[in-house]
């Protein structure tokens, strides 16, 4: 295992290639330089040759109203004829290694081998909640109330467009900060800023960006179809304005997809056949790196004052097992060793209960909390409590 070098680059795409993909695409080095810095890159090696990667993004995400820093793990894959030897998890416990010493206290990562990620402490702890959007339902929109303008994306517009950003997100559990280089590789996806990219304004200022990608019509309903990539909104009125721009590509396109909570405006102003869920059923994992740390990093409600005597297991990053004392008390937290151990779980089951995701009573009814009094369930959940954690991008 080391960390990647610069000629590593191509065959680490052949590596991903096998992993990932039906039909083999051309290494792009200018793509390739875009992407997670060769720091944050590892690989393992067979007599010189490179037979797995892994990447670590530097991100951060939302919990309580605070940024927690996190480390996105993506593009693991192993050559075929080195699977089963266990290369990826060694590379997981060199990642989780790292991530430590960089004082990421959180690691999430969307799964494609869930016994793999929950045999090395992550565990499903958010939603990716894909749409499909009938276009001509957007046509139908109410105006909004006070004058709000859209334009196209410009370069001037990125600093704005972080502070938009951040603003919205970090009230939405879940959805991420995104690195010190959002603007050109996560806001933007890395194109072009003036490509159907689309900021809402009011009043000089920057209220809202949607962000559209056009793909193939799967059938003679129009001649594309849109894929909704952000939309950011601090209000809605900003909301409504993008959403009828949106409206305005019916009927050359019908349909769209987009990420968007349920609890998402939209679903109060169409019918029930005009927004409806769709996709893959994505869900993202987390686990916690550095126990102690994740539980201060994030918010919680200044009317919580509990006490939780847990008993905490990690067999892959071992720094966070045994007995540690929970305490919440005027919207911080403490994670510290000992007490009397009497609440039995794994670093995955608190860190998916950690983001909102899992009920504690439903995790004790299954036998993945154990030794919990019924005063435990109801102070986890207490501690824990709030909106259900989602993310509106995929990495």
Known sequence: MRTALD?????????????FAARSSAYDEEADRAGVPLDRRLVATDGGEIVGRLSVWELGQW????RVPMGGVGGVAVDPAYRGRGVASALIRRALGQMRERGEVLSTLFPMNHTLYRRHGWEVAGSYPEHKLGLRALTALPRPARPTSTRRVEERDLPALRDLHEEVSRDEPG??????DFAARRLLGGKPVDQDAYVAERDGGLVGLVIVERGEAA???????????????????????LLRLLGAFHPVAEVAELIAPHSFALSMLVGERDLRPAGWGWCWMSRLVDAPGAIAARGY??????????????????????????????GQATLEPGGRGEVTLGVGQ????????????????VGLVAGATDADLRALDRAFAGRTPWMRDFF
Request: hydrophobic share 40%.
């Open 301 to 330: 409600d200044d009317s919580v004052d509990v006490e939780v005597h847990l008993a905490l297991t990690d067999d892959t990053a071992p720094w966070n097992s045994g007995a540690h004392v929970l305490r919440v008390k005027d």
């Open 7 to 19: 000629g590593d680059r191509e065959p680490m795409h052949r590596v991903g290639q096998l992993g």
């Open 175 to 180: 959805n991420l900060w995104h690195g010190p």
């Open 63 to 66: 919990f309580g109203g605070r």
């Open 350 to 365: 608190l860190a998916s209960l950690y983001t909102g995701w899992a009920n504690p009573r439903r995790l004790s009814r």
């Open 219 to 241: 059938d003679d309903r129009g001649f594309f179809t849109l894929t909704i990539r952000q939309l950011v909104a601090v209000d809605l009125d900003a909301e409504l304005t």
